[in-house]
């Protein structure tokens, strides 16, 4: 084990200066060395006759030179060397530049195999500076004959210094790595040894060898991801002592004081959450819902019962408008019988901000909602025993451990309108249980949803003032410019202007985007809420959570640059009240794949088949930005090309739960140990 350890600087063939360029690339020991896995492959294996060959292919051929090196003159001073090479298909010439020793030691009848790209020359076929082996001197070390890693790597550094330090290391460390995984797992599930499995990754002598090598690495990764996520899960609720929050008194008469019935949906879900609050371990739950499937209420009744048992509550949003939307609710709904409720964002006076703060302290203020501004430092709770995050997707698990630190194991309800396939979830929110909140209150009409092209985008326009000569208002979103807030918020200020000279030069419009002041963005939010403002002309800081039933038209420009579950979220803004709603995507893409997108938009209203497509089209990684998770990097996995290895590795953690409930794992130490090692200082948050 010791040697995996071992400092990269001690390692032959690394001075200083390589040294700084490893630790560019993350590798500090040996270890990091053999962990650092090829990002490609050069299948140098298949080799063509000449016959075969067109210019740009890069290929390996057999061949045996036939003529006498010749040395042409060249103008530019170069020295050039040709060879004429032929096999039994036809000729090629074979051209080194500036490599003047070459004519000592490529000799006429060689017999060579050569690797290069292939061009069309003066005199025909040709290669130029090929990589070559004399097939007389041929030992079974052959690099040209065989697959060769590509790796990720820094200026400086190049492939075959990498090369050659792998096969190094991979040298003194045969044998010395420990396969942390037991006979029993292994065999099950069809896996190589880890020793196999690291040198093939680098050096595979076949395809085939490769899979198998890979399939096991990708295996590790995945299993030791979700084992650590689970057993964070176990260890939250065997080891920690939440408030058990069990007096329910008002609890139902305030349910029925509601102004609409809850749905059998909301009441399974909010049913799990009454039992958790009631355990004296900590609830760490995830309640998934599609967008406007009422997940706000059901966050709601669980704040007011943390206050009926004398507890503080907080909800925290990803944006400053949705924080003010959530408060604005939960006073209207919870000041009336009692309930103490504070805002706490970033843009607030230092004054009020101060006082809020020790209200806070004191335990005068019973439920705070806020955006990021809640975990800072200097916010502290008297009693806090519920912390709720809505739209999760955004908060990664470190910011939720930090909130969670606030109050004395409180209990975490985490709400998103991502939903996503349950062999992801349990991945990507693995330290969590889950909800599903899958119906949406009734009487919701479905939202037409209809493509337009930019030269179509008139009709849009007339159709919305067919709905706002109704009294209904408008969203118009913006295009998307991920580079720059300032550049989007720019745009959409010409986007306004021209609306309100033109089309809708009835009516108010009004502007929203990022680089408004808080206070700002409050006044239009509210003006549009009260309709004193009829098209609301935003950015995407509309995209979560905002909510006016009166809006029934989503007009989104340059649709195409936006993902489908983007597309989603900003649709679920209308098609919040009694009326028929409508989504319009204006697009001026003509390609297959974003027609097909706007296809999948106008024939289904299912956030399920809608997030599944998009990761389909932009992979996990992406999708969720699994760093913001707090999950570590994933080296080799990838969760959804290989989602089947995925499923199988849930399956085996299936089978180890059984054999082992509280997942201790002491009957496979070198797993355990593994896990810790991997995994404590993300577990220790
Ligand atoms: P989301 O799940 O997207 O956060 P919200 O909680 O904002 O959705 O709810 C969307 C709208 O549906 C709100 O106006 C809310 O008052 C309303 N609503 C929630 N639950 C019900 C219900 N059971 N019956 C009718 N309307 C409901
Ligand atoms: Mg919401």
Redesign the pocket.
């Known amino acids: 084990m010791e040697i995996l350890k071992k400092d990269i600087q001690y390692i032959k063939g690394v001075g200083p200066k390589r040294l700084s360029l490893l630790k560019k690339l993350k590798i500090y020991n040996v270890e990091d060395m053999i962990y650092h896995f090829p990002r490609d492959y050069d299948d140098r294996s298949i080799s063509k006759k000449i016959i075969e060959l067109k210019p740009g292919d890069k290929t390996t051929i057999y061949v045996v030179i036939t003529g006498k090196c010749q040395t042409p003159f060249s103008r530019k001073g170069l020295n050039i060397n040709k060879y004429l090479a032929k096999d039994d298909t036809g000729f090629i010439t074979i051209t080194f530049f500036n490599q003047p020793y070459i004519k000592n030691i490529l000799k006429l009848n060689d017999e060579l195999m050569i690797n290069g790209k292939v061009k069309m020359g003066l005199q025909g076929l040709e290669i130029i500076n090929p990589i070559y082996e004399i097939l007389k001197e041929k030992d079974c070390s052959s690099s040209l004959n065989s697959i060769v890693p590509i790796y990720p790597s820094t200026e400086g550094i190049n492939q075959s210094y990498l090369i050659g330090i792998k096969k190094n290391v991979l040298s003194m460390t045969q044998n010395a790595t420990l396969d942390y995984l037991p006979e029993s797992i292994l065999e099950k599930n069809k896996l190589c040894s880890l020793d196999f499995a690291l040198k093939n990754i680098h050096f595979p002598s076949t395809v085939k060898e490769l899979k198998i090598a890979k399939y096991r690495l990708v295996f590790d990764e995945l299993l030791l991801l979700q084992l650590a996520l689970i057993r964070i899960k176990k260890r939250v609720i065997n080891e920690k002592k939440s408030p058990s929050l069990n007096i329910n008194e008002g609890l139902s008469s305030f349910i029925n004081s509601l102004p609409?019935?809850?749905?059998k949906a909301?009441k399974i879900v909010l049913k799990e959450i009454m039992e958790d609050l009631e355990e004296g371990t900590p609830m760490n739950r995830l309640v998934q819902?599609?967008?406007?499937?009422?997940?706000?209420?059901v966050a709601i009744i669980a704040l007011y019962k943390a206050f009926i048992n004398g507890f503080q509550g907080a909800l925290m949003a990803p944006t400053e408008i949705l924080a003010e939307q959530h408060y604005v609710a939960i006073r209207q709904l919870l000041e009336p019988i009692g309930v103490r409720v504070g805002l706490l964002i970033g843009s607030i006076k230092k004054s009020n901000k101060q006082q809020l703060l020790q209200e806070i302290k004191v335990g005068k203020i019973d439920i705070v909602v806020g955006t990021h501004a809640l975990i800072q430092e200097t916010v502290c709770f008297r009693q806090l025993a519920l912390v709720i995050t809505?739209e999760q997707h955004r908060f990664g698990v470190r910011q939720r451990a930090i909130l969670a630190d606030k109050g004395d194991n409180p209990h975490i309800l985490v709400?998103t309108?991502t939903p996503i396939p349950r062999t992801l979830a349990l991945i990507l929110y693995g330290d969590l249980d889950i909800s599903i909140?899958d119906e949406l209150?009734?009487?919701r009409k479905k939202i037409k949803t209809y493509g337009l092209t930019t030269e179509e985008k008139e009709r849009a326009y007339h159709f919305a003032k067919k709905e706002l000569s109704l009294g209904r208002q408008v969203y118009v979103v913006c295009p998307l410019v991920e580079e720059s807030e300032a550049i989007e918020a720019k745009a959409a200020t010409e986007i306004k202007e021209e609306l309100a000279a033109t089309y809708f030069c009835e009516y108010k419009v009004g502007l929203l985007h990022g680089k408004m002041s808080a206070k700002e963005k409050e006044t239009v939010m509210k003006q549009f809420l009260s309709n004193e403002i009829n098209i609301l002309v935003s950015t995407t800081v509309i995209e979560v959570?905002v909510?006016v039933?009166n809006a029934t038209i989503m007009i989104i420009e340059n649709a195409e640059r936006f993902g489908l579950a983007q597309l989603h979220q900003l649709r679920?803004r209308v098609g919040?009240?009694r009326f028929q709603s409508y989504c319009i995507l204006i697009h001026n893409n003509k390609s297959k794949i974003a027609k097909e997108r706007i296809k999948i938009m106008e024939e289904t209203n299912d956030g399920f088949i809608i997030s599944e497509k998009d990761l389909e089209v932009r992979g996990p990684g992406e999708f969720f930005g699994i760093r913001q998770h707090g999950l570590p990097d994933l080296k080799i996995a990838n969760l959804f090309k290989h989602m089947k290895v995925l499923k199988r590795v849930q399956k085996q953690v299936e089978e180890l739960l059984d054999e082992d409930p509280a997942l201790c794992l002491e009957q496979y130490p070198a797993l355990k140990g593994k896990l810790d090692e991997k995994f404590n200082s993300f577990e220790g948050t």
């Open positions: 609409f019935e809850l749905t909301q819902g599609d967008v406007g499937s009422g997940k706000t209420i809505d709400m309108a909140i209150p009734p009487g959570g909510n039933p679920g919040r009240g």
